[in-house]
């Protein structure tokens, strides 16, 4: 019978990033060391950042500030147009 893998835990942590002007990027990579402690999750800012100034520089178009940041998963809840928050289970059929 064969063993199984023993997981060595995540390597990186994923982030969703929005921009002033309205863009979204999913998915965002941010290494595990670098998060953690009594910062959380503020040092991913930085390292996205500088993650960007990488990109602007290689495709000539500079990025747009960070608005916010928000670990992939971590997504309100959906809202109805009333601004209620949606229901989560489906309605029933009559």
Do not use: H, W
Not at 8 to 26: M, N, P, R
Not at 58 to 70: E, F, H, L
Request: one cysteine or more; proline letters at 7%; hydrophobic letters at 30%.
């Amino acid at each position: 019978m064969a063993r199984k893998k023993t997981k060595t835990g995540a390597q990186f942590v994923l982030f969703d990033v929005l921009y002033e002007d309205g863009t979204l990027t999913s998915n965002r990579r941010v290494p595990t060391s670098a998060l953690g402690g009594l910062e959380g999750d503020a040092p991913a800012e930085t390292i996205i950042e500088a993650q960007d100034c990488k990109i602007a520089e290689r495709s000539g178009r500079p990025r747009s500030p960070i608005k916010s940041i928000s670990r992939v998963g971590r997504r309100k809840a959906p809202y109805d147009r009333s601004g209620n928050p949606a229901a989560q289970a489906p309605k029933a059929r009559q």
